[in-house]
Nanobody, 128 residues
Framework: QLPLVESGGGLVQPGGSLTLSCAAA????????LTWFRQAPGKEREGISC????????DYGDSVKGRFTISRDSAKNTAYLQINSLKIEDTGVYYC?????????????????????WGRGTQVTVSP
């Protein structure tokens, strides 16, 4: 089993909403930055949003600001991504990934190459 498990994807009509979950198995997400990535068909993996699991600091990619909300529940060792007003172009596989939070560095999400802890992804399909 991969250390992160995503769930909550599915088939949704445009304008609908989804909440994705990312649960850690076998380790604590404390002191990690948890980031949601999206990979659309034929495109590179794109960072969407990240959160400091210890401090709650958040950042979003410019393309998703206003429709996506990242959150965490430290007691459940889980992070969430709420997506509102879904668009067809939101279709893709959504992955969560974690990396250690280096507190001496400025907070940033970073590219996928920085992340060593991944889930297998959950498919989101937006279609009429």
């Amino acid at each position: 089993q991969l250390p992160l498990v995503e769930s909550g994807g599915g088939l949704v009509q445009p304008g609908g909403s989804l909440t994705l979950s990312c649960a850690a198995a076998g380790f604590s997400l404390d002191h990690h930055i948890l980031t949601w990535f999206r990979q659309a068909p034929g495109k590179e993996r794109e960072g969407i949003s990240c959160i400091s699991m210890s401090h709650g600091t958040i950042d979003y990619g410019d393309s998703v600001k206003g429709r996506f909300t990242i959150s965490r529940d430290s007691a459940k060792n889980t992070a969430y991504l709420q997506i509102n007003s879904l668009k067809i172009e939101d279709t893709g596989v959504y992955y969560c990934a974690a990396r250690p939070h280096i507190y001496s560095d400025p907070f940033f999400c970073g590219n996928a190459v920085l992340y060593g802890i991944w889930g297998r992804g959950t498919q989101v399909t937006v279609s009429p």
